[in-house]
């Protein structure tokens, strides 16, 4: 029969049992087990279910051969997009690059949405909102602003996934809580180190993945929530007057965007379970979905595509909200400014005041100039990160059924712990 070989929950190297403690031990690390304790720890994890994530996607359909007769698709010969349109439209522009659009065939065998979010803010207010957005960036270079059009911003809905789930799940976490004394010659940090155990359940309802390739996924989730109480049942009758993005992403990959928000606002909301310790770190998690629903739907987005010294700049509006999210180029000179400023600014006043206590001439003046240069930096880059806000989300916060949550098991186990010391500075010492 062969060794059992455990792993160490700290560094993952092979435990050893020693005669001599009778504790578990790794010789790796140095961390010591009882053999009660590991034994739980091992338990809990051999106890891990497999995960289900399958999506009931029956609800989708595709368009009657009564509806495709109202709508035709336009495509881009220069981007490649594709959008759908109702019969009355003759001609109009490509919202992701301004080209002129061509018809290329009659809508076929596309999926019909369930829903529809209609517009609510016109485009006046789109326009205000984006000047704001501009406006509000200090390291934005002028011409930008000046040069593209605002004035070009054209309505569109785009096509999204949305799920609904009832997910069950356990999450391991591993907390640290320390704890610090002295004695006359040393200091001593303590960490004792627990395998955290939440175990419940939540459900969300309409968590929404973007169905277009043409447009970028992170920008989409940048303008969110989207409020679907104010859907409505789709009808072609929403698409009078307004493009509709056709849906084109592969729904496997809907599917585990999906499950990874699920799985990230599960872990969130357990995680919020949790106090009392000094850090807490995901270890594993194992969720199971039921009650799945995925449904189609055509959300309202107002886009904005615009080219600055050769390169393309896609913004995006929230229909409903007016909330605008589009990433922008940051101006060189404006950077080296306000760097040198927070530099000079923060550096002199910091040279200041140590010159008033110490009266150390160059000592001041170089830890002054340090720490200006590094503040400054700090301070500019965070001015640069708000001319990149597009990101993914995390989770799906705002997805989340009221009253949904509920926790079964709660568990620690206490797995080991470490004493760092450090000499203390004696007199002698100085």
């Known amino acids: 029969m062969p060794n059992l070989q455990l792993k160490c929950p700290c560094c993952g190297g092979t435990l050893e049992f020693d005669n001599k403690s009778q504790n578990v031990v790794c010789p790796y690390c140095d961390s010591q087990f ?65 080209n002129n659009l061509v018809v290329s065939k009659q809508l076929s065998g596309d999926l019909k949405p369930n829903y529809v979010i209609p517009f609510k803010n016109d485009k006046e207010n789109v326009q205000a909102d984006l000047k704001k957005f501009f406006k509000k960036k200090p390291l934005l270079p002028s011409s930008f602003s000046k040069e593209n059009t605002i004035e070009e911003i054209r309505s569109l809905y785009v096509p999204f996934w949305i799920f609904d789930a009832d997910v069950n799940g356990k999450v391991r976490f591993k907390g640290e809580r320390r704890r610090t004394w002295s004695d006359s010659n040393y200091n001593y940090e303590e960490t004792k180190y627990y395998s955290i155990i939440r175990e419940g359940g939540i459900a969300f309802d309409h968590v929404p993945v973007d169905g277009s390739k043409k447009m970028d996924d992170k920008l989409m989730e940048s303008i969110e929530p989207f409020d679907f109480s104010q859907a409505e049942e ?72 615009t080219k600055w010294k050769e390169k393309n700049y896609l913004f995006a509006v929230n229909g409903q909200s007016g909330k605008v999210a589009g990433n922008l180029p940051v101006s060189v000179p404006k950077f080296i400014l306000f760097l040198t400023l927070f530099f000079l600014g923060i550096g002199g006043a910091i040279f200041g005041i140590l010159f008033a206590i110490t009266q150390e001439l160059v000592m001041s003046l170089i830890i002054g100039l340090i720490i200006g240069l590094v503040i400054g930096l700090v301070i500019v880059l965070i001015m640069r990160s708000k001319n990149k806000p597009v990101k993914y989300q995390h989770g799906a916060s705002n997805y989340v059924r009221p009253d949904s949550l509920f926790i079964s098991n709660r568990r620690e186990i206490y797995l080991y712990r470490r004493v760092t010391k450090t000499r203390r500075a004696s007199s002698n010492d100085k």
Do not use: H
Not at 234 to 246: E, N, P
Not at 258 to 267: D, K, M, N, V
């Open 34 to 98: 009882t053999t009660e304790d590991l034994k739980k720890y091992t338990d809990e994890i051999a106890s891990n279910k497999q995960e289900e994530t399958a999506w009931d996607e029956s609800r989708v359909q595709e368009y009657t051969s009564q509806e495709m007769k109202g709508m035709k698709i336009y495509s881009c010969d220069s981007c490649g997009g594709e959008i759908i349109v109702d019969e009355t439209t003759s001609s109009t522009k490509c919202p992701y690059c301004g």
């Open 234 to 305: 789709f009808s072609v009758a929403y698409l009078a007057g307004i493009a509709a993005d056709r849906y084109d992403v592969d729904k496997d990959e809907t599917f585990n965007r999906a499950t990874q928000r699920c799985r990230e606002g599960t872990i969130d909301a357990f995680r919020n379970d949790i106090s009392g310790y000094s850090n807490v770190s995901v270890e594993d998690s194992n969720i199971q979905l039921s009650n799945t629903k995925a449904s189609y739907a055509l959300y309202p987005v107002w886009v904005l595509s």
